[in-house]
Nanobody
């Protein structure tokens, strides 16, 4: 299984970015997926998760209302639309795939990880 995250970059506070995660090597539509992030000196933290059909989603409290997770099973791709970005959103963002159809908010539930994409929000 391979995950390729992209779409990161440098943006001013209040701006937007859309991250993508392309998955290959397994039947994409059978599995839940998630986004996590890790800032320097901090542990990796949950951002958002989505069930296999996109009908179930979950968000961290500090991104709810600003970020939207979605997936296109026909394209084997997951997205994270990030609006109203804040400097504290600066981190490396990772996408991950988990076994089973349910969503999960902890790193230990995920089996495969992408390489990460850097998001930097300037004040």
């Amino acid at each position: 299984v391979q995950l390729q995250a992209s779409g990161g970059g440098l943006v001013q506070a209040g701006g937007s970015l859309r991250l993508s995660c392309a998955v290959s090597g397994r039947t994409f539509s059978n599995y839940g997926m998630g986004w996590f992030r890790q800032a320097p000196g901090k542990e990796r933290e949950f951002v958002a998760a989505i069930g296999r059909n996109g009908g179930s989603t979950a968000y961290a409290y500090n991104v709810k209302g600003r970020f939207t997770i979605s997936r296109d099973n026909a394209k084997n791709t997951m997205y994270l639309q990030m609006n109203s970005l804040k400097p504290e959103d600066t981190a490396v963002y990772y996408c991950a795939v988990k076994s089973g159809i349910t969503i999960a908010t902890v790193t230990s539930r995920y089996d495969y990880w992408g390489q990460g994409t850097q998001v930097t929000v300037s004040s």
